[in-house]
Each structure stands twice: as C-alpha cells, then as structure tokens.
C-alpha cells in the first residue's frame, strides 16, 4: 500500500505541475490562482476544458484515488487497535481468572472471597480498557450451554465473552444449590484439606505440598514448598499470572507455618 500511495503521490504532483503550466501559458493571473487559491485549479479546468482537460483529468483521478486509499487505510487501522485492545482485555481476565481458580483449589482462598476479587479485577480492567467483558472460562457440567457460547464466538467474540461470563453465573448458582442442599442433609465425618500448623524444621517431610508461612515482621506468604536447602532454606513456589515466583525463606524468621492437608471433620 505505501508504494501506490507513493506512485499516486508522483502522478498527483506530475498532473498538478502540467496543469499549472498550462494555466501560466493561458494568463499570468490564472497561474497564479491555481497556485494559491484552493478551487482556482477545478474553476480553470472547467472554463479552459479544451487546454486543460488531460492534466487536469490526471490530477483529480489520482487525488481521488488516494483520498480513497487514506480512508482504507484509517479505517483498517482502527479497527486492528481495537481488536489488539479486545485480545490484550481477554488475556488480562483470564490470567486473573486461572490464579483465582489455583487459589481456590490449592485452599488459599474461599470460593466466596475468589468472586469478589473477580468482580474488583474486572472492575480495573474494564476501566482500564473500556472494551467489552472479557471471557469467564467454561467447565464441564455446563456443556450444552458452552457449546452455544463457542458458536456465539464464530460470528461474535464480545457476545461470546457475555455469553461465557453468563454460563459461569449459571454455573455457580447450580453450586451454591447444591451447597445449600449439602447443609440440610445430616452432617458426617469426611475428609477435607485443610492448613495444619506445623514445625518449620521438618518441612522436608512436606516437599510438593501446599504451605502458608506468617514471618515476624508480619509478612505472609503461600504457594508450593518445591525443595529445602542444605542450609534449611524453605523453597516456595507461587503462581502469579502464568508465571512462577520462587522464594526463599529461612525458618529463623518463620512465626508460624501451615502445611495443606487433607483432615477429617
């Protein structure tokens, strides 16, 4: 595209050049005025079309295509920014939304407290990036409803993103159902994960699991405990929008650790 705006750019130049010999052979005044004046050329080629009917033909045509051109142009552009701001909203979302499930699952935070965060992330982003809601994933007892939202996402991808954000608010109202009716049967024992506090100096004991650690000062931190130094250092990997974050902690500082397990209740 840039070689013909360059090609019609010389042919504009080379039109508008002859046109304006012309009018300077015609008269001194009428050169003059197509130089300067910004109609003169359209009134001089219309009163002398004799004289100046192929320049200025050339001219027109080759200004015509290339207004034509800048419009494409413009308007491929825009379009292209706001699918790279639609695509870079979507990745923002479902990072969030896949730390908040490894959250959830690995115990270190609720289901309830995993919502709210959605909702504030979603908030930021969307104020950030004032798109479209972006994609909630789907999960499996769903089904007949995400194959919906992925046709929905053929001819539409922010109606695919409502579509989703919709199957998972269906999803979690079957599961609070369910919780709800779990609360009305008689209790009995089961076994669930929950954080047992423990002696930071055995943690070799708990390598590949899950681990909460409250230092002195304070300070917290959760993730996968991958491997404990020679000088006893704990090891902790964290997830952190599809990345890993490892770090290393002496037990010396450690107020309080608490490993994952599963207990019966």
Not at 225 to 247: C, P, Q, Y
Request: net charge neutral.
């Amino acid at each position: 595209m840039e070689l013909l705006f360059a090609v019609l750019g010389v042919i504009a130049l080379a039109a508008f050049v002859w046109l304006l010999v012309v009018a300077f052979q015609t008269d001194i005044l009428w050169g003059l005025a197509c130089l300067f004046l910004p109609f003169a050329t359209l009134i001089f080629g219309i009163l002398h079309w004799d004289r100046a009917a192929k320049p200025f033909l050339a001219h027109l045509g080759s200004s015509f295509l290339a207004l034509i051109l800048t419009w494409v142009f413009v308007g491929s552009m825009v379009q292209s920014m706001d699918s790279g701001a639609m695509q870079l909203q979507t990745a923002e979302i479902q990072a969030l939304q896949q730390d908040l499930l490894h959250r959830v699952q690995t115990g270190q935070m609720t289901r309830g407290e995993a919502e709210d965060e959605m909702r504030r992330g979603l908030k930021g982003i969307m104020a950030a990036q004032p798109v479209q809601p972006a994609a909630v994933s789907q999960t499996a007892p769903d089904r007949g409803r995400g194959i919906a939202s992925e046709a929905v996402a053929d001819l539409d991808p922010a109606a695919a993103l409502n579509a989703k954000i919709e199957d998972a608010v269906a999803l979690e109202d079957a599961h609070r159902a369910q919780e709800e009716a779990e609360k009305r049967t008689p209790a009995q024992p089961r076994l669930v994960r929950s954080y047992v506090a423990k002696d930071p100096r055995g943690a070799n004991a708990d390598i590949g699991k899950t681990v909460r650690l409250r230092m002195r000062n304070g300070l917290e931190r959760s993730g996968g405990l991958i491997d404990v130094s020679r000088a006893g250092e704990l090891l902790v990997e964290r997830r952190l929008h599809g990345g890993k974050v490892v770090h290393t902690i002496d037990p010396a500082i450690v107020a309080e650790y608490k490993v994952l397990e599963w207990v019966q209740r």
